[in-house]
């Protein structure tokens, strides 16, 4: 009996608690009472039970697509650095020069020989086509022939060499300029101006905004239930939700954690993410039994969670544990069980009893 009456008083004493809250909570928004009828009986809904979505949030990291480390692919030295770190590159920007002066004579000298070459090798197809004229009408022997048509294949190969060798010192000249293969922000710089650099020498790393993806660590314990079902949504800080576009998973687990790294891929437009923010990803696997209730009927104030049950001719006010959210329905894990009455608007029932 002393535990029935210890009961009693803690129901009232939560219930006085939250009637102070509804009082004095200065910064809760107002609510529409004007269509609201308070001498009209409260209106009340079962819990039920429901199948709902089994999910399983993780921590992860918001990471770029597209991020890469530009490396010097010739020898200079650097008479020029045009952005740093922090700093954001259009596509195709410069964003280093280095010196070029051997490789602008190496450039000269190739062009000069492919001239060279091309005024042989026009001599030589001349001969060519006046030996073979000749030789039809019997003016010259079929070694006179063979010699023509052996300079000209000589040259035209020659002539093909000096070409390749202009667009390898076309190339070279054209690595003194370094450029940005697509838009981003620089996140680090390797070089100095003034700085000797040789082909593989880092120059500056940067990753791009365009294209963000979230990466987490999935136990082994439900990685199988993650592959068959391959549903996931992405939790954003600003309680934005993402439908994964693609989820990858490394086939292989972290001998340490025993957890598979996965990238998560998604679409965003106008979204104010950064790669090394955090957030949450949820993975659906398959369905769960739960007791839901309308979310309009749960009451917050603080960290509790609160609704009016109906009791026979009580109405009492319950604390309870809520789960996710399913449209408009909320998941009770604890508190109530199903069947029982909860009110549809609680805040009728404060105003009744003011």
Not at 20 to 33: G, Q
Not at 210 to 222: A, G, M, W
């Amino acid at each position: 009996m002393k535990h029935a009456q210890a009961n009693r008083l803690f129901t009232l004493g939560l219930f006085l608690m939250v009637v102070s809250m509804f009082a004095t909570a200065s910064n809760e928004p107002a609510r529409d009472t004007a269509n609201t009828d308070h001498n009209s009986p409260p209106q009340w809904v079962p819990a039920r039970l429901a199948d709902i979505p089994l999910r399983r949030i993780l921590n992860g990291e918001i990471e770029a697509v597209n991020k890469a480390t530009i490396s010097a692919q010739t020898s200079g030295r650097v008479s020029a650095i045009h952005y740093d770190v922090d700093d954001f590159v259009p596509k195709g920007a410069i964003v280093v020069e280095l010196t070029n002066t051997e490789q602008k004579a190496a450039l000269r000298q190739a062009e000069a020989n492919l001239k060279a070459v091309k005024a042989q090798y026009e001599q030589a197809a001349s001969d060519y086509t006046r030996i073979k004229d000749l030789y039809a009408k019997k003016l010259v022997s079929k070694s006179d022939l063979d010699k023509a048509v052996s300079a000209h294949n000589a040259l035209k190969a020659k002539m093909e060499a000096a070409k390749a060798a202009v667009e390898a010192a076309r190339k070279q000249f054209e690595y003194t300029v370094i450029r940005a293969p697509y838009d981003g922000i620089v996140t680090n710089r390797y070089v100095e101006v003034g700085e000797t650099v040789h082909p593989g020498k880092p120059i500056m790393s940067g990753l791009s905004l365009d294209k963000l993806r979230v990466v987490t660590q999935i136990p082994e314990s439900i990685i199988f239930q993650v592959k068959k079902h391959a549903m996931a949504e992405v939790l954003l800080p600003n309680g934005e939700k993402v439908k994964a576009k693609k989820i990858t998973i490394f086939p292989y687990a972290d001998p340490a954690t025993r957890t598979f790294k996965a990238r998560i891929d998604i679409e965003l437009e106008n979204a104010a993410l950064y790669p090394g923010m955090s957030a949450k990803v949820a993975f659906h696997l398959g369905t769960k039994k739960a007791v839901v209730v309308p979310a309009k009927a749960v009451i917050r104030r603080s960290e509790l969670s609160l609704v009016f049950v109906k009791d026979n001719d009580n109405i009492l006010l319950r604390q309870v544990r809520v789960g996710d959210h399913i449209k408009d329905q909320v998941e009770i894990i604890s508190g109530l069980t199903p069947g029982e009455l909860v009110a549809l608007d609680p805040w009728s029932i404060e105003a009744q009893r003011r």
